[in-house]
């Protein structure tokens, strides 16, 4: 046996010669470590908002932020001087030595964020400071000042603007399309930038927070800025998970600890804590951490309160929990990571003892009782199955319900018609024609009669949709129109009002077929009252203000009571002024196309009547010409009519007051909610049933199916 002779190994090759890498490059690649997705762009420009003492924070994104990601804020804004270094790579106003990252009490320090941006991105800067006339535009390209038109200068231009800056980002990744390939679809990005916004705006709960797609009228996203943290956790994440939440606390001070002057000690933390008792159970765990108010992320943390929840939740269930821990700068170490996503600090396991013990010691306090409920997909109260069968039963529940006689189908045996049996999980248990305990107990209403006599049925009129010529309104009436869901609105349209659960947090019970629903009636009445105000643009009907009250008076009241005025940068009295400026120099508009009649003398003489049969609150009316000045978008056509009858909407609508109202003995109180529930149920319900046709947008949080009496029949037949 003859071997072959092996062919000689190649030699290896020589070293490759170093050579330094251009400058451009080396950027480029610096930009891809901190800049991964427009969601972790936005993260470090929301950061600098934040730094600049921000109270207002707008997001506009197009295509998931490929195309268009713009940030607006209302901060102290950017010198002109300071423009030409803005791009530049480590260039900040957060520290000088290395030494003050040991104090640092900002986002940001290295200063790469707009950097980075402007070497994978187009980069507009609009800013203006206070003590400027003007803004200054400035256009970035790869850290350097660029003509933002062919034949300019590069040299920052004056040109309109409001106080604070406008962060602009075109075309994100246009020069690496490995990394544009490698996103997922623009839902996706644009659900992570929600994501990022929302986590903020829980953290941030005195900065208002808006994000909207371009060409949206209503944002995805709204947060008001005065609020705490458990109301945005309620208005941002749900009734059905703020309902659930316990508050806890934790800190380096012991109880019995007679030393509470810490303030020296670099090992002195404190800690806050909103997470869901044991009756909420979600599907993945959701841990909003910040430390030194920085989103992060800690895979021990969030582990140690995960093992905290194994022994309490049903297995695959996962609790809620917003958490944030303030330490001393000088434990803290955030230079650890190049986004900025982790942090070390000192004591780490200690601390991380301390709030899990807390936790868990409010847990069991709280698991004497466990509330258990049943909740399905809302499917518009008719219950579908596989089978024929099943379909025909579902359908014909009312015939059987009427007659006590189901339909005629192939089992006639003979001439004589057969019943169909109707089991008792498949029976509808109310009718519009049942009496209820509400009618035997005559309830007067104050403001509708001075009479002792009980209001009987309210008789709605037609409403005719009014004759417009506005390509605007036309394309309002268009988008109404496509967001109507048609389940949804059959059972607000044949629905049986069970009764009100909760006035102030404006809960409501209703019944269709064999479902129970729990609504939110402020944010349904607020969408029937878009709906007429749109519906009847141009010929309103009048209400008569006598005698007419000062427009500047009511303003001034509102803006009194309004917190974080300050915090606009400008005294109460220019506040009233600019809003009074703004409504009379179009108040010829408000009178001719919304019936608001304010006088040269500047009184209120009319406003637009919705539905005739329902005053709204005036309480709310100085709140309502406040935010007509802000809130409404005047520059814009569409969006002027838009807002302008969302907020006339919310004027309308039966939520509470947000401010206090003056005292009350409890006997008003109690006449003052019976004649309110009334109202609710009455005129407001019996209105919806006729005039609203219900969005989409309404399942989200303000529809929640509760109860389904099969579902509930098939529980009861395990026990």
């Known amino acids: 046996m003859t071997s072959g ?55 506009i994104v197009k295509d998931g932020g490929m195309k268009l990601l713009q940030i607006q804020d209302n901060g102290c804004g950017i010198r002109k001087e300071d423009l030409p270094l803005l791009a530049e790579r480590f260039t900040t106003s957060k520290l000088t030595t290395f030494s003050d990252l040991s104090k640092l009490t900002t986002y940001g320090f290295r200063g790469e964020a707009l950097a980075s941006i402007s070497h994978v991105a187009h980069l507009t800067v609009i800013t203006k400071t206070k003590s400027n006339n003007c803004a200054w535009k400035a256009a970035y390209l790869d850290g350097s000042l660029v003509p933002s038109k062919a034949g300019y200068t590069p040299d920052p231009k004056p040109c309109a603007g409001n106080n604070g800056t406008t962060i602009i980002i075109e075309d994100m990744f246009y020069n690496t399309p490995t990394r544009m390939s490698a996103l997922r679809s623009s839902s996706e990005e644009y659900a992570r930038i929600l994501d990022v916004m929302t986590k903020y705006a829980v953290h941030n709960s005195k900065v208002s927070f808006v994000c909207k797609k371009a060409g949206s009228l209503s944002p995805e996203l709204s947060t008001p800025s005065c609020s705490d943290t458990s109301q945005a956790i309620r208005h941002l994440y749900g009734h059905s998970i703020a309902k659930e939440l316990l508050h806890v606390t934790a800190s380096s001070v012991s109880d019995d600890s007679t030393d509470m002057d810490d303030s020296e000690d670099p090992e002195a933390w404190s800690a806050e804590a909103y997470c869901t008792n044991a009756n909420y159970q979600g599907k993945k765990t959701a841990l909003l951490l910040f430390i030194n108010h920085r989103l992060v992320e800690s895979l021990r943390i969030k582990r140690s309160i995960e093992s905290i929840y194994s022994g309490i939740l049903p297995k695959g269930s996962s609790p809620f929990v917003y958490l944030s821990i303030n330490l001393d700068p000088r434990s803290v170490d955030v230079n650890v990571h190049p986004t900025k996503r982790e942090v070390h600090f000192l004591n780490e396991e200690t601390i991380i003892e301390r709030i899990s013990d807390a936790i868990q010691q409010k847990l069991a306090g709280q698991s004497q009782s466990r509330v258990f409920e049943y909740q399905t997909l809302l499917t518009g109260g008719i219950a579908q199955s596989g089978s024929r069968k099943g379909k025909e039963k579902a359908s014909d529940v009312d015939e059987v319900e009427e007659n006590g006689e189901g339909p005629e189908d192939d089992r006639r045996a003979s001439g004589s018609q057969v019943a169909k049996k109707v089991l008792s999980q498949h029976k509808v248990r109310t009718s519009l024609q049942d009496r209820t305990l509400d009618s035997m107990i005559p309830v007067t209403d104050p403001l509708r009669t001075d009479s002792d006599e009980p209001v009987t049925a309210i008789r709605l009129r037609d409403i005719k949709e009014s004759t417009c010529h506005f390509a605007s309104i036309t394309e309002l009436r268009r988008l109404a129109t496509k967001r109507i869901h048609h389940d949804l609105s059959e059972i607000i349209k044949k629905h049986t009002f069970v009764g009100v659960i909760d006035m102030s947090r404006c809960l409501t019970l209703i019944q269709h077929n064999k479902n129970l629903y729990m609504v939110n009636h402020a944010a349904l009445a607020e969408e029937m009252f878009y709906q007429l105000a749109l519906l009847q643009f141009g010929d309103y009907s009048r209400l008569k203000l006598d005698p007419p009250p000062s427009l500047r008076m009511l303003v001034k009241f509102a803006v009194d009571v309004e917190e974080d005025t300050a915090r606009s940068g400008m005294s109460e009295d220019e506040i009233v002024d600019r809003i009074v400026k703004t409504l009379m120099d179009r108040r010829e508009m408000l009178r001719e196309y919304f019936s608001l009649d304010i006088s040269e003398t500047g009184d209120v003489k009319t406003l637009p009547h919705l539905l005739r049969e329902y005053t709204p609150n005036l309480d709310k009316l100085p709140m309502f010409l406040m935010r007509l000045g802000p809130q409404v978008i005047w520059e814009s056509e569409q969006e002027c009519f838009g807002s302008f009858m969302r907020e006339l909407a919310y004027f309308y609508s039966p939520a509470p007051l947000s401010v206090v109202s003056a005292p009350a003995s409890d006997e008003d109180k109690q006449e003052k909610q019976k004649s309110e529930a009334w109202r609710i149920q009455n005129i407001l319900f019996h209105a919806m049933r006729k005039y609203l046709a219900a969005p989409k947008s309404l399942l989200d949080n303000d529809v929640v199916q509760v109860a389904s009496l099969p579902d509930l029949y098939r529980v009861f037949e395990r026990c």
Not at 23 to 40: F, K, M, T
């Open 5 to 59: 002779r092996r062919s000689p190994s190649p030699e290896p090759p020589g070293p490759q010669p170093i050579r330094r890498l251009h400058e451009s490059l080396i950027n480029r690649i610096a930009a891809g470590e901190i800049i991964h997705r427009p969601a972790s762009a936005l993260k470090e420009l929301l950061e600098n908002s934040l730094d600049a003492g921000s109270t207002s924070i707008q997001v």
